[in-house]
């Protein structure tokens, strides 16, 4: 995705995009969320995790 958008900020400001247009969309909350653990931001990645696993807390993938 980052080399998609054209880097990591781009690619932030999409999933941030994406998150508002659509906030009950547990599949754009877990890739935001692996993205966040590949950038080793570790606090954004578990906030985005917990969110996903909030609006799909029977989907096995995120856990």
């Keep these: 995705m980052e080399k998609k ?3 990591r900020e781009a690619a932030l400001k ?3 995009a994406a998150a ?3 906030p009950l969309d547990y ?3 877990l890739a935001w969320a692996v ?3 590949r950038c ?3 606090a954004q990645a578990e906030q985005a995790f917990q ?3 909030d609006l799909a807390p ?3 993938t995120i856990w």
């Design 5 to 7: 958008a054209g880097g």
């Design 14 to 16: 999409l999933f941030t």
């Design 20 to 22: 508002q247009k659509d």
């Design 27 to 29: 599949k754009t909350w």
């Design 35 to 37: 993205f966040e653990r």
């Design 40 to 42: 080793e931001r570790w």
């Design 51 to 53: 969110r996903a696993a």
């Design 58 to 60: 029977y989907n096995y």
